[in-house]
């Protein structure tokens, strides 16, 4: 849709066709959401929040002008280290503050610090090549955004589809063990993109295409399982955030980092190699770093829960 949307209304379709479904998610939250009991009623950790949103911006930024302006510009260093000191300028606000907005006590279980660093790194490869992807179809192969958006539905629908076969096999399996064997297929997937050329046949593309969504199918799902079997049912709301949080900052740097391959004394199908190589060591970064957690004790109902952030991404 997105490919379509852009083809023959322009890019800016894309986000405009997200208020009728806005206003359709609305409409089925207020007719069939029961509602919960108020809770404890907790201050709002904006301080932090704002430390938090500005460190972020800055070393994103950062890493995207990095390729205009070069490692040695005062604005990219100062950027970078203005982003790095409100980090940890922030980690002390928590660490301090008596209602933090993230309770530091959550990472030192194991399981939870392990599957968000591991959910950091995972999207940071897969969305970051989903971009890179997008740039060879068009770019590299001088498709049109339907035809390549066509092609890059094959991730999304193989994702769509065994995301339920990710959900029953941490049932039966666990999280952990789920979540390393997809990781493996994303790392093997995303090795074999890399060794395209602008005249690979779709007939080899396609089956890698699809291993990447099947491997994604395995990793999303079962992290949120993972996180919600290692906090306290209390911390349920907060875990989640944490993940998708990481997933969120994943993506940032991982579209920023890749982009800037694109450079003008690179050759298009070069960057892409080099982005999808990236992401195949990043995929095995993040198996090594979920491989420390430990196996869940128990696997909550979240194990079959959908992966809503891939499919918005993929439009």
């Not at 510009?73 to 300028?89: E, R």
């Not at 606000?93 to 194991?110: V, W």
């Not at 949080?245 to 450079?263: C, E, K, M, P, Y």
């Not at 696997?299 to 992966?307: C, D, I, L, P, R």
Request: proline fraction near 6%; include cysteine.
């Amino acid at each position: 849709m997105g490919g379509v949307l852009t083809s023959t209304l322009g890019w800016r379709s894309i986000f405009l066709v997200n208020l009728p479904l806005g206003i359709l998610g609305l409409f089925l939250t207020a007719r069939f959401i029961r509602p919960t009991p108020a809770g404890r009623s907790r201050s709002l950790d904006l301080p932090a929040q704002l430390v938090a949103a500005l460190s972020l911006g800055g070393v994103t930024w950062a890493l995207v002008e990095r390729a205009e302006r070069g490692w040695g510009s005062p604005a990219i260093l100062g950027a970078l280290l203005a982003g790095l000191l409100g980090l940890a300028l922030f980690a002390r606000m928590e660490s301090t503050a008596a209602e933090p907005m993230l309770p530091p006590r959550l990472f030192r279980h194991r399981t939870f610090a392990t599957t968000s660093a591991g959910a950091l790194l995972y999207a940071a490869a897969f969305f970051g090549g989903f971009l890179v992807l997008s740039l060879y179809f068009q770019r590299v192969r001088g498709e049109p955004a339907a035809l390549a958006g066509l092609h890059i539905s094959a991730i999304t629908v193989t994702f769509g589809v065994a995301s339920i076969v990710g959900g029953k096999l941490a049932g039966r399996y666990g999280p952990r063990p789920t979540i390393l064997t997809g990781l493996l297929l994303l790392a093997v997937g995303a090795f074999g993109l890399s060794l395209g050329n602008p005249s690979t046949s779709f007939w080899f593309l396609g089956p890698l295409l699809s291993l990447l969504g099947f491997g994604a199918a395995l990793v999303a799902p079962p992290m949120n399982a993972a996180i919600l079997a290692s906090v306290e049912p209390g911390l349920a709301g907060i875990g989640g955030g944490v993940l998708n949080a990481s997933r969120q900052i994943g993506t940032a740097l991982g579209v920023a980092v890749f982009a800037s391959l694109f450079v003008a004394d690179r050759a298009p199908m070069r960057a892409v190699q080099l982005a999808m190589l990236g992401a195949s060591v990043l995929y095995l970064a993040a198996a090594a770093v979920v491989a420390l957690g430990r196996p869940a004790t128990r696997v909550v109902a979240a194990a079959s829960m959908q992966a809503v952030p891939c499919g918005d991404r993929a439009r």
